[in-house]
T-cell receptor, first 114, second 114 residues
Framework: AQSVTQLGSHVSVSEGALVLLRCNYSSSVPPYLFWYVQYPNQGLQLLLKYTTGATLVKGINGFEAEFKKSETSFHLTKPSAHMSDAAEYFC????????????FGTGTRLLVSP | SQTIHQWPATLVQPVGSPLSLECTVE??????LYWYRQAAGRGLQLLFYSVGIGQISSEVPQNLSASRPQDRQFILSSKKLLLSDSGFYLCAWRQGAANTGELFFGEGSRLTVL
């Protein structure tokens, strides 16, 4: 079965610093991978996704993620954090060819200090 | 463009009372529909999903039920709420055919059972 592990329930960075949120997946077949962001009391918004092709994926708000099959990772990065990036971030996986369920990680809360 | 609406946004209910949360998708047809629950610090738990009218799949045994009376309407219900039903409920949809798997979420409904 597919699963994702997000390392660190909380990550704190200073404004302008690099953001790195870690996600490792488990899948017996090529996965589709996603990052979502959730602001307080709101639904989830898709940041970016990897399906096939280029392994470096660019998303909204300056975020990007790189699919590394050898490391089974899909870490989310942003070169320079902004106060508005403070939110909870979820990594998710779905088996390619299986379109019924998206499996989410437990989330990482990003805290940005001035 | 497609939109998804959930209501009510906030609900406070006594233990033992009934529940009805509604979700409607506009701008698409025959979507796959999902109900997730997000409890504090526990990530997202898939409760139900539906691939068509009257077709409901339950992920976990619980005090809740779901129905899909129309193509773009998904309802989450309970006859008697428990304290443990408190949480943030998210409805989501995805295109049923030829897609890359991502879900699009509503704004959520926060349920507090007292």
């Amino acid at each position: 079965a597919q699963s994702v592990t997000q390392l660190g329930s909380h990550v704190s960075v200073s404004e302008g610093a690099l953001v790195l949120l870690r996600c490792n997946y488990s899948s017996s077949v090529p996965p589709y991978l996603f990052w979502y962001v959730q602001y307080p009391n709101q639904g989830l918004q898709l940041l970016l996704k990897y399906t096939t092709g280029a392994t470096l994926v660019k998303g909204i708000n300056g975020f990007e993620a790189e699919f590394k099959k050898s490391e089974t990772s899909f870490h989310l990065t942003k070169p320079s954090a902004h106060m508005s990036d403070a939110a909870e971030y979820f990594c998710a996986v779905i088996r390619s060819g299986g379109f019924q369920k998206l499996v989410f990680g437990t989330g990482t809360r990003l805290l940005v200090s001035p | 463009s497609q939109t998804i609406h959930q209501w009510p946004a906030t609900l406070v209910q006594p233990v033992g009372s009934p529940l009805s949360l509604e979700c409607t998708v506009e701008g698409t047809s025959n979507p796959n529909l999902y109900w997730y629950r997000q409890a504090a610090g526990r990530g997202l738990q898939l409760l139900f999903y539906s691939v068509g009218i009257g077709q409901i799949s339950s992920e976990v045994p619980q005090n809740l039920s779901a129905s899909r009376p129309q193509d773009r309407q998904f309802i989450l219900s309970s006859k008697k709420l428990l304290l443990s039903d408190s949480g943030f409920y998210l409805c989501a949809w995805r295109q049923g055919a030829a897609n890359t798997g991502e879900l699009f979420f509503g704004e959520g409904s926060r349920l507090t059972v007292l």
